[in-house]
């Protein structure tokens, strides 16, 4: 099971400084000594305590990423950061191809628990994985943050604009893995695959029957694909007895054109 991403990175700078830190210092406390491996870690960076200060007024900057990836390491080594693997990395194509409406992403995100500490999660595929932070600063503005293998991103959803972004595929990725735990948690269960160390914050995550259609094709065979359609947050006093929960909308054929629409039973 392949988990690289950017807080592995991190990790082992940490566990490098920390235990020169014990070496060093045996009679500090572990607090002080993972406050003095945090400190060293953002020096390496250029980034000092006082800059810590004004870093979330200036988004869009190296030092901007790097203090989440430092916070998400804090995060992780004191708490543990919730850790989803994903059963079928086909996940990971409806993640990024599903439309993702942008009033939808800011709904969402006013009804998670945030602080300026921002707040993580660790995606897990055989292949594939990413890591992603929400936070809200800079003037009450939305932040996903998303790190892979390769590189980290960094996107304002109040500002974000699908037609000239050219990541648009890991915005999606992101606003929808957040989607698609929430509208359905039945799939979210808790064991892990055989081979990873079993944790009180790690689940694991199915496909729902819900996103998939099945087309009958020659020889009596039956193709599964993902449906076309979007989620949606129902805040409106309209939705009497789901209002506040998370939908995934099909795509439904309406004289000709294709739209898409809630049945009876969502309302």
Not at 66 to 78: L, P, S, T
């Amino acid at each position: 099971m392949s988990y690289r991403n950017i807080l592995n990175v991190q990790m082992n700078e940490y566990n490098r400084i920390y235990k020169r830190m014990c070496k060093d210092h045996p009679s500090f406390s572990i607090e002080r000594k993972q406050k003095l491996t945090l400190g060293e870690m953002l020096l390496n960076r250029g980034i000092n305590t006082a800059d810590l200060l004004t870093i979330t007024t200036r988004p869009f900057t190296s030092a901007f990423n790097y203090c989440f990836e430092v916070v998400g390491v804090n995060y992780d080594m004191i708490i543990g950061i919730e850790r989803f693997y994903l059963k079928d990395d086909s996940l990971f194509d409806f993640f990024k191809n599903t439309e993702v409406r942008q009033k939808e992403v800011q709904s969402i995100l006013d009804t998670l628990d945030s602080t300026e500490n921002g707040e993580f999660w660790g995606v897990i595929g055989k292949n594939y994985s990413f890591t992603m932070c929400y936070v809200k600063v800079y003037g009450d503005k939305h932040f996903i943050l998303v790190y892979t293998d390769d590189m980290n991103y960094c996107f304002c959803v109040e500002d974000y604009d699908s037609k000239v972004n050219d990541n648009k595929c890991v915005f999606n990725m992101a606003a929808n893995f957040l989607f698609y735990i929430n509208a359905f948690p039945e799939c979210v269960i808790d064991g892990v695959p055989a081979g990873v160390k079993r944790n009180p914050k790690t689940k694991s995550i199915g496909v729902s029957e819900k996103i998939v259609s099945h087309t009958s094709v020659e020889h009596g065979f039956v193709r599964a694909h993902f449906r076309s359609g979007y989620f949606r947050h129902l805040n409106s006093d309209y939705f009497v007895n789901c209002k506040g929960q998370i939908r995934f909308i099909q795509s439904t054929m309406v004289k000709g054109r294709a739209k898409t629409v809630l049945s009876k039973e969502e309302n």
